[in-house]
Antibody
């Protein structure tokens, strides 16, 4: 059974940094693209970052809204996906989901950016 | 970037009604589209893959179709458990883009 569990969210001040983690199990982590997707309160879904699979050298892609501030990475030995978020803004406030090829989703973790 | 224009943004229908939600793609996405259902406080659940393929465990009253650049999710006979938000997603190319969502309420 595919399982994705996000953690690391919380309340931070504008300009701060935060790292989210997503523990993956039930599949061969290196074989799959992994995504981060977020949802601001009461709003729609927004894709923000992808880590391609091993066959594609784990190359990364970002949305314009987070490029140069967020970094997606993985620890392939621990099967953990990360999202390093720097220079956080109030508009980054959202539930952050990790997903396996947008088909299997974690439960999400809340990030609140506020002073 | 590919824009996905979803309509309606909200709708109210009666139990047993036939309901259709549509997403229009601004560029060719082939059939690379997923429909998600999302209930309050829950993660999105894939309902339809590759525009027309029912995901495992999804009731047969749900179906997906395509006409040109228009993609539709249809519920043939609405049940109370179908009250939810619905989102489309194109995965033809990065950046992946979602429609703006449809809130489906039961009259």
């Amino acid at each position: 059974e595919v399982k994705l569990v996000e953690y690391g969210g919380g309340l931070v001040q504008p300009g701060a940094s935060l790292r989210l983690s997503c523990e993956a199990s039930g599949f061969t982590f290196s074989d799959f693209y992994m995504e981060w997707i977020r949802q601001a309160p009461g709003k729609g879904l927004e894709w923000i970052a992808a880590s391609r699979n091993k066959a594609n050298d784990y190359s990364t892609v970002y949305s314009a809204s987070v490029k140069d501030r967020f970094t997606i990475s993985r620890d392939t030995y621990k099967s953990i996906l990360y999202l390093q978020m720097n220079t956080l803004k109030p508009e980054d406030t959202a539930i952050y989901y990790c997903a396996r090829e947008v088909r299997d989703w974690g439960q999400g973790v809340m990030v609140t950016v506020s002073s | 970037d590919i824009q996905m224009t979803q309509s309606p943004s909200s709708m109210s229908a009666s139990l047993g009604d036939r309901v259709t939600i549509t997403c229009q793609a601004s560029q060719d996405i082939g059939n690379n589209l997923i429909w998600f259902q999302q209930k309050p406080g829950k993660s999105p659940r894939p309902m339809i893959y590759y525009a027309t393929n029912l995901a495992n465990g999804v009731p047969s009253r749900f179906s997906g179709s395509r006409s040109g650049s228009d993609y539709s999710l249809t519920i043939s006979s609405l049940e109370s458990e179908d009250m939810a938000d619905y989102h489309c997603l194109q995965y033809k190319q990065y950046p992946l883009t979602f429609g703006s969502g449809t809130k489906l309420e039961i009259k």
